[in-house]
């Protein structure tokens, strides 16, 4: 089992920036590609950002790209998600997700074997 655990949510102004974070206990945190998604209301939950095992390879949704940044620390255990000029379409409730390592990194929610409880991410405009 995987245990995750997002922290970082929060109210924020048009333009302002957020950084998520997300820790994992259990079984070895190098084992998973780490996953970033979130779901506004009344939409599907959607794939943000991706990191592989060793942080060396990453993928993002095209809605993101260029303002969000994903990084793991493999020491602490940790996948953060940096949030740079936020707009009122970012307001969502934020997941990380994990799926066994299998060399690429998948956006497909039906792919990720572990979820954590969500935090919220709130844009004013």
């Known amino acids: 089992q995987v245990q995750l655990v997002e922290s970082g949510g929060g109210l924020v102004q048009t333009g302002g920036t957020l950084r998520l974070s997300c820790a994992s206990s259990g079984r070895t945190f190098t084992s998973y590609t780490m996953g970033w998604f979130r779901r506004a209301p009344g939409k599907d939950r959607e794939f943000i950002a991706g990191v592989s095992w060793n942080g060396h390879r990453t993928s993002y949704a095209d809605s993101v790209k260029g303002r969000f940044t994903i990084s793991r620390d493999n020491i602490k255990n940790t996948v953060d998600l940096q949030m740079n000029n936020l707009t009122p379409e970012d307001t969502a409730t934020y997941y990380c997700?994990?799926?066994?390592?299998?060399?690429?990194?998948?956006?497909?929610?039906?792919?990720?074997?572990?979820w954590g409880q969500g935090t919220q991410v709130t844009v004013a405009s």
């Open positions: 997700a994990a799926h066994f390592n299998l060399g690429i990194i998948k956006s497909d929610a039906l792919e990720y074997e572990y």
